[in-house]
């Protein structure tokens, strides 16, 4: 019967001996696969699980393309065929040469005084008088001359800078319009072995060369919508340029257009 007891109380301490240590290690192999995966975590026994693709970084969206970025003007081109600037010019034109006669009456005026006054006693009272008459009259035409020519070369340089906002707002519209990034002045004209100042002109010049990229027509077009944009009317395409046979007009040559140009 003792040994009966002492078998059952045995199996019994071994049951619970079994129970104490199963709970520790069932808690600490479940908690074992947390710790791994936790930073600066104990790395336990368990299964070792595999790092999770790293997501790709969007590509950025392309680059949109552009028309042309780099085109050029003649600006001397565009003053000289500009149909309003021509008319302002030609006012001042007028208004000098009205002056330019009101200043030739007078000075035939004053060359018959001066002749009046050699025919006087130089000692005579009549001589003295006619002399300050003279005197008087010649720094009247002396002010009033420097006074027009003032006021003429204001309103030549107030046209100028009318004209050329004008022919820069043009320009600006366009260049933002067809993305056009720089506009570079040059010189279309052809240079003459036989004119010093056109062959100086033609070395000076900032564009050697340049293939499809003037727009000079298309300003002017924009700028004389109802009138001819050059020599003659017809209308020069974009990055057309202009031959100048000897003694004849001037004929437009096709070119090839620059990509991205639209009138």
Do not use: W
Not at 122 to 149: C, H, I, N
């Amino acid at each position: 019967m003792t040994n009966y007891k002492q078998g059952v109380l045995s199996v019994r301490f071994s049951l619970v001996c079994a129970t104490l240590v199963a709970g520790p290690l069932s808690i600490f192999f479940l908690a074992a696969p947390t710790a791994a995966q936790q930073p600066g975590g104990a790395v336990g026994p368990g299964p070792v699980r595999a790092p999770a693709p790293s997501i790709p970084a969007a590509a950025p969206p392309p680059v949109a393309a552009s028309g042309c970025n780099v085109v050029v003007m003649d600006i001397a081109y565009i003053f000289k065929y500009h149909q309003r600037f021509k008319m302002k010019m030609e006012e001042i034109k007028q208004g000098i040469e009205q002056f330019d006669a009101y200043i030739k009456t007078e000075q035939g005026k004053f060359n018959t005084e001066r002749e009046k006054l050699a025919a006087l006693n130089p000692g005579s009272v009549e001589f003295r008088a006619k002399e300050e008459t003279l005197a008087k009259l010649k720094t009247e035409l002396e002010v009033k001359m420097q006074q027009m020519r003032r006021e003429f070369l204001e309103k030549e340089a107030r046209v100028y800078y009318d004209t050329y906002l004008e022919v820069e707002k043009e320009v600006k519209e366009f260049a933002v319009r067809q993305q056009i990034h720089l506009v570079l002045r040059f010189n279309r004209d052809e240079m003459k072995p036989d004119d010093r100042n056109s062959v100086l002109a033609g070395v000076n010049r900032a564009i050697i060369f340049q293939q499809g990229r003037d727009i000079t027509e298309i300003i002017l077009q924009k700028l004389n919508p109802t009138g001819p944009t050059g020599p003659t009317t017809n209308q020069v395409a974009p990055g057309t340029q202009t031959a100048r046979p000897p003694g004849g007009p001037i004929v437009p040559q096709p070119n090839r257009t620059a990509p991205g140009i639209q009138r």
